[in-house]
């Protein structure tokens, strides 16, 4: 099992920044990519940022070159420092994690979710 917490939402101007953090913990071990999604009012969860175990990231094109995701394996921890923030970006902003393990003799992988952390950025 693995919990997820994000927490470093809040409240900010058009064009300023902030930055997100998810700790992860139980299971941590096998954890393999890590992302953060968001999802906005009446749209759907989307994809904002991955990276992988080994460090290598993906990114949604609404947010390639203003958000960058980091990853501490060591800490069990990923950040998103969204920079240039637009009224767009209004969303809760979840962590999610991949969890691979053997069930029975298959691997499987498991995701898991964080509670989500309110970014509100005003115009």
């Known amino acids: 099992q693995v919990q997820l917490v994000e927490s470093g939402g809040g409240l900010v101007q058009a064009g300023g920044s902030l930055t997100l953090s998810c700790v992860a913990s139980?299971?941590?071990?096998?954890?393999?990519?890590m992302a953060w999604y968001r999802q906005s009012s009446g749209k759907q969860r989307e994809l904002v940022a991955l990276?992988?175990?080994?460090?290598?990231?993906n990114y949604a094109d609404a947010v390639r070159g203003r958000f960058t995701i980091f990853r501490d394996n060591a800490k069990a921890t990923i950040k998103l420092q969204m920079n240039a923030l637009k009224p767009d970006d209004t969303a809760v902003y979840y962590c999610?994690?991949?969890?691979?393990?053997?069930?029975?003799?298959?691997?499987?992988?498991?995701?898991?979710w964080g509670p989500g952390t309110q970014v509100t950025v005003s115009s």
């Open positions: 999610k994690a991949m969890s691979g393990a053997y069930h029975g003799p298959e691997m499987r992988e498991t995701p898991y």
């Open positions: 990276i992988t175990i080994g460090g290598a990231t």
């Open positions: 139980g299971s941590i071990r096998t954890i393999n990519d």
